[in-house]
């Protein structure tokens, strides 16, 4: 059974996941409105994993007698500079949500839970992946800065994610 504190904390995850899944829908969309669609698939690819993680975080709350509490979703950006700034703003959104479920764990290690803080791990492992994935587009992008039609190679590759 969780505790309180962890029910409490683990819902505000869950409303963290959808807010993600609802920004990187907004930068697929910015990313159609200039006409890069793999730019956009790559994001809206993002935000099917950002459901899925909200999926988890869902089952684990009612499988451990908890309530799942939904909240409003605050409005995201809905438009960036360039595909370079989004990507940055995603990363820092990213590096946001590990630091949030780093002190997921400090609390579950708190509380003694050790089945959240196992189901945490896997968050962790994945928001080094995370991470990673938005770092290797920006790097990308800023090689690029010399051969401006490297963007739509690059609108090329990021089609291809699944």
Known sequence: ML?????????KQLNREYFSAYLYMSMAAYFQSIDLSGF??????????ELSHAEKIYNFIHERNGKVVLEAI???????ESPLAAFEDSLKHEIFITGCINELIKS????????????LQWFV???VEEEANAT?????IKLMKAAPGGIFMLDKELAERE
Do not use: G, H, Y
């Not at 505790?3 to 819902?11: A, C, D, G, Q, R």
């Not at 956009?40 to 994993?49: F, G, L, S, T």
């Not at 290797?136 to 990308?140: D, L, Q, R, S, T």
């Open 136 to 140: 290797k587009v920006i790097k990308k």
């Open 125 to 127: 492992t994945e928001q």
């Open 74 to 80: 605050e409005k995201p950006q809905t438009d960036w």
């Open 3 to 11: 505790s309180v504190k962890i029910e409490k904390e683990l819902n």
């Open 108 to 119: 579950a290690l708190e509380e003694k839970d050790n089945a959240t803080d196992i189901f």
């Open 40 to 49: 956009e698939r790559w994001m809206q690819v993002q935000a099917k994993e």
